[in-house]
């Protein structure tokens, strides 16, 4: 059974603080911060004192994009989080999870759980319902905190089945009831998957009328927009519109492209007039579903039944023909690209490229690509490099951008997954103080908690100050950094040894403790302790 320890007075002694000089001791008692004094001053009879030893005490950081609905309740996910710092994770991420799913409307959540299997991994416990049901099953049940998007294709799917079409009137109006009661069940946020079916199906009008409810609740629009790259100024200027004229703030997901790409868009959504922010990873290679690198966009990928049947023609047949035209025109790709989860009898495929896995199965590359379609039942992910055109100056300019937030993109699944899960933040960190030169402690909390907590609204975080919540990390400048690679994707960040998450102990000396107080955080609900529950 998971342990739900009660904090208990803490003194870290002998720290740093954010945007102040000298030591400090840090006190913390009743889950916040309780005051700060000179170091080797602080005395509370009973407190525990642990030495920082010239640490930096921060808030716990906020990564503002996961994909984490059935992971957060992995202890090697829990210890890979904590070990760089996180104490937070924003789920229900690029419009697609497991909830809303009323019991009166379409199976959205067993959409979800085949569409993203491969991104989001199958939660054991949750098979239907409201928002308030999903955040149940994580609160107190793991020692990070939980933060939830309402996703729009979940909505979509709730309300029109998996029909990949414009939405009526009438089912756009159901669409916004729908969103209204999940954020009135605390989620913190709307999001959409603009280059994901069906959300791609969306008229304007349908996304106006969403974000004018997010608007009026007054939470943030996190788009997976529906271009990046070259495309990023076209998808870029539709974010502006919704924002223009529904005043949500605009929030991106995952942004990447070249430099100046990038820049100009950006620099034109300030311009605008557009509350507008970001998250980034600072790796130069991505990950997500085979499927959506791989198919045509006429195969039905968000019905695996439906798709599967498409991609198992007859041989000689036009449709094999064309599947196989289309995976033939991706060759650049494949060389680049090494599978990081592939579920069933191909699962000896993980951690090679197609074209290693078309070697062992005496095939063309294209008909490996399928058989690891059909094997995994699109279940299979890959992580894939950017075009050459993203450079580590884009991701060094993005990281330093007053608009970002750190978020890894995390996907945790499989026996090759993309390091970023074990290491975004920990680089993040690490390139801010000892590359860009110029970050100090206080830049490393607005970048990586303070911008994320006021973006969704979670109350009594994203700083250390006297009566803050007390998730507090005790981060070394001098050795923090990421040690895992794309050959060996899980091992742990250093530089993080304690952390706490509303002031009980979930990391100690670098190892879980066994504590789960990370709570559901219900945006507009207080939490006893302060702050947002």
């Known amino acids: 059974m998971a342990s739900m ?71 090697d996910v829990q210890l890979a989080l904590l070990r760089q710092g996180v104490t937070t994770v924003v789920l229900g991420q690029d419009g697609v999870s497991l909830a809303p799913s009323p019991p009166d409307g379409h199976d959205a959540t067993g959409w979800a759980q085949d569409y993203f299997a491969a991104i989001n991994g199958h939660h054991p416990t949750f098979g239907g319902g409201s928002v308030a049901a999903l955040l149940d099953t994580w609160d107190r049940a793991t020692p990070v905190n939980t933060a939830y998007l309402a996703p729009h294709g979940t909505l979509r799917v709730a309300v029109l089945g998996r029909a990949q079409r414009e939405a009526t009137e009438a089912e756009v109006e159901s669409m916004a009831a729908l969103l209204e009661q999940a954020l009135r069940d605390g989620a913190c946020g709307f999001s959409t998957g603009l280059e994901y079916a069906p959300a791609s199906s969306a008229s304007r009008a349908e996304l106006l009328a969403l974000c004018r409810v997010a608007a009026s609740a007054g939470v943030p629009h996190v788009s997976h927009m529906r271009g990046y790259e070259d495309r990023t100024p076209t998808a870029v200027r539709e974010l502006v519109d919704l924002a223009l004229q529904t005043g949500v703030a605009t929030h991106v997901s995952h942004l990447h492209g070249p430099l100046e790409v990038v820049r100009d868009a950006l620099t034109a959504a300030g311009e605008a007039g557009a509350a507008f922010t970001f998250d980034s990873y600072p790796y130069l290679s991505g990950c997500s579903i085979l499927s959506m690198v791989a198919l045509p ?79 995994s039942r699109l279940r299979a992910s890959v992580v894939f490099r950017q075009p050459p055109g993203n450079t580590p100056a884009a991701v060094r300019a993005l990281l330093d951008d007053p608009r970002h937030l750190g978020g890894s993109d995390a996907i945790y699944l499989g026996g090759s997954p993309h390091p970023r899960g074990w290491g975004a933040f920990a680089r993040m960190v690490s390139l801010g103080l000892h590359e860009l030169g110029g970050w100090d402690a206080a830049d490393v909390v607005e970048h990586l908690s303070a911008r994320a907590a006021r973006l969704f609204g979670l109350t009594g975080r994203g700083g250390v100050e006297h009566g803050a919540v007390a998730d507090v990390v005790l981060l070394d400048p001098v050795t923090v950094r990421d040690t895992a690679s794309y050959d060996d994707p899980r091992r742990l960040a250093e530089g993080v040894q304690d952390v ?29 302790r302060g702050g947002t529950r």
């Open 500 to 528: 706490w998450v509303g002031g009980v102990p979930v990391l100690r000396d670098g190892a879980l403790t066994g504590a789960t107080p990370g709570r559901a955080l219900r945006r507009g609900v207080p939490d006893p």
């Open 5 to 75: 320890t009660v904090a208990t007075p803490v003194v870290l002694g002998d720290v740093v603080l954010p945007g102040r000089e000298g030591r400090w001791d840090l006190a913390l008692a009743d889950g916040r911060v309780t005051g700060a004094a000179p170091a080797g001053t602080a005395r509370r009879p009973g407190a525990e004192v642990v030495d920082g030893g010239g640490r930096w005490a921060l808030p716990g950081f906020v990564d503002a994009h996961v994909h984490g609905e059935a992971a957060v309740l992995d202890p």
């Open 297 to 375: 966009p006429w195969v039905p990928v968000t019905d695996v039944g439906a798709a599967l049947a498409v991609l198992a023609p007859p041989d000689g047949t036009d449709v094999r023909a064309d599947l196989l035209s289309h995976l033939e025109s991706l060759a650049p790709l494949w060389p680049g690209a090494r599978l990081a989860s592939v579920p069933g009898a191909l699962e000896w495929a993980e951690g090679l490229t197609p074209v290693q896995v078309a070697d062992r199965l005496g095939s063309t590359v294209p008909e490996a690509v399928l058989r690891l379609l059909v094997a």
